[in-house]
């Protein structure tokens, strides 16, 4: 999952004055930076040219992505920007790192858009409209680049999309209840060690192996690992078979 860089992980300079907006905003606007710079040298030299040049109180900018998916902190959430002319207090805007007129976005830049995206809408930061610039209200720009806004139909049909279940919780290798405690078994008729809760259980070639590092699918769907400590333990061959094996 990403993280969220800072203002101060940056290395941003203060604002000189910041001014609050109600939250969600109606609209969330796409922008691109136009050019090639990146990391977080490329943040800072947008947000001087921004102060000492045009004149603004900060970064134009809500966040900032760069192609290797980093996400910035730009004035942030809830408070007014200098991005999209004429709505700046009635929404939030993301900039791309780059110039996509040039050239496409990569794939780490527009899954951090996603995540952003869906991570602003949960916060209730914005209602993740997602239009490019170009799109807003009285706008005359190419921005953010044609590139850049041919995939915006892409990211939108992914934002409306369920979000994908995060993956089941491990389950402890220790618990009270014998029947989710993992052991390490083989049969009394044949050689083959085995790892299981007794549930399922999945092939090893021998008891160090099981004690080391093997992990278990177990018939929830969870996953647990055995490790030292756990017993060896020899079963009659029949309870050994009933056990279903994985995979």
């Given amino acids: 999952m990403p993280a969220i860089n800072s203002r101060s992980e940056w290395g941003a300079r203060p604002a000189k004055s910041i001014h609050r907006i109600p939250t969600p905003t109606p609209r969330l606007w796409v922008h691109h930076a136009a050019d090639d710079r990146q990391g977080a ?3 800072r030299a947008h947000q001087a040219f921004h102060m000492d040049t045009r004149g603004w109180t900060d970064i134009a900018y809500s966040f900032l992505i760069g192609n290797d998916g980093t996400i910035y902190e730009g004035r942030g959430a ?3 920007g200098g991005h999209t002319a004429g709505d700046n207090t009635r929404s939030h805007a993301i900039c791309l790192l780059g110039n996509f007129d040039n050239r496409a976005p ?3 830049s527009l899954d951090s858009l996603v995540w952003l995206a869906r991570h602003g809408t949960d916060r209730r930061w914005w209602i993740p ?3 490019g610039h170009r799109d807003a209200p009285g706008a ?3 921005c953010p680049g044609r590139h850049l806004y041919a995939a915006l139909p ?3 049909a992914r934002l409306a999309a369920p979000a994908p279940a995060p993956p089941p919780a491990a389950l ?6 014998d029947d989710t405690m993992l052991h390490i078994i083989r049969g009394d008729k044949r050689p083959e060690w085995w790892a299981t809760d007794f549930i399922t259980k999945r092939h090893v070639r021998s008891e160090k192996e099981a004690a080391s590092a093997v992990w278990l699918t177990t018939a929830a769907g969870g996953k647990v690992s055995i490790g030292p400590g756990n017993q060896a333990h ?3 061959q029949s309870e050994v078979d009933s056990i279903p094996t994985v995979t």
Wanted: hydrophobic share 40%; charged share 15%; proline share 7%.
């Fill in 41 to 43: 040298a490329a943040v």
């Fill in 78 to 80: 809830g408070i007014a």
């Fill in 106 to 108: 990569t794939k780490q």
């Fill in 129 to 131: 409209t997602l239009g």
């Fill in 140 to 142: 005359s720009t190419a």
């Fill in 154 to 156: 892409g990211i939108r």
């Fill in 172 to 177: 402890p290798v220790h618990q009270e209840d």
């Fill in 234 to 236: 020899v079963l009659p």
